[in-house]
């Protein structure tokens, strides 16, 4: 998703992260896949786009090469009194049956982009891994180490119940 307006009408936002959807046999993923937001220049204030969407249905990922689905951050420069958001993290769902020396949890990127030079971040994406001994699958949220808190709200779950939690960092 594109990001907004700012705070005056006088620009719109960056362009979001694009949408991918791959079928394949085996992904051998030794580079990058990309579908990461547009970048705002460092006189802009313009808001950031949000991150891209992946959905991948593999038999095998292997590699160690990174999916990366963030959004972007913002310029550093702004107009006095303007103050412009930095573009969420995107969403993967990963429908793979073997991860051979692939891990999701730390080679896909989906991460909220950084305001300004200051630390205040976007909220992080998501990254859903579902296996065929999986019952429910696995979802990750992960906003990079050292970047500030914010929220990822997550949509209320019906009858469904959260069995375990693990907080990593």
Request: no cysteine; aromatic share 6%.
């Amino acid at each position: 998703a594109g990001g907004g307006q700012d705070e005056d009408g006088l620009g719109d936002g960056t362009r979001g992260g694009g949408v991918l959807i791959l079928e394949v046999d085996t992904l051998e993923l030794d580079g990058e896949i990309r579908a990461r937001s547009g970048t705002s220049n460092t006189n802009s204030s313009r808001p950031a786009g949000a991150g891209g969407s992946l959905q991948l249905y593999a038999d095998t990922v292997r590699g160690a090469g990174q999916i990366d689905l963030s959004g972007s951050g913002t310029g550093t420069n702004f107009p006095s009194g303007h103050f412009v958001g930095p573009g969420g993290g995107g969403r993967a769902a990963l429908y793979v049956d073997v991860f051979d020396g692939f891990d999701p949890a730390a080679q896909v990127l989906a991460r909220g982009g950084r305001r300004g030079s200051n630390n205040v971040w976007g909220d992080a994406g998501t990254v859903f891994v579902l296996q065929p001994t999986d019952t429910f699958g696995r979802l990750i949220v992960d906003n990079g180490a050292g970047r500030g808190a914010g929220s990822t709200d997550l949509p209320p779950l019906g009858r469904w119940t959260v069995v375990a939690t693990e907080v990593d960092g």
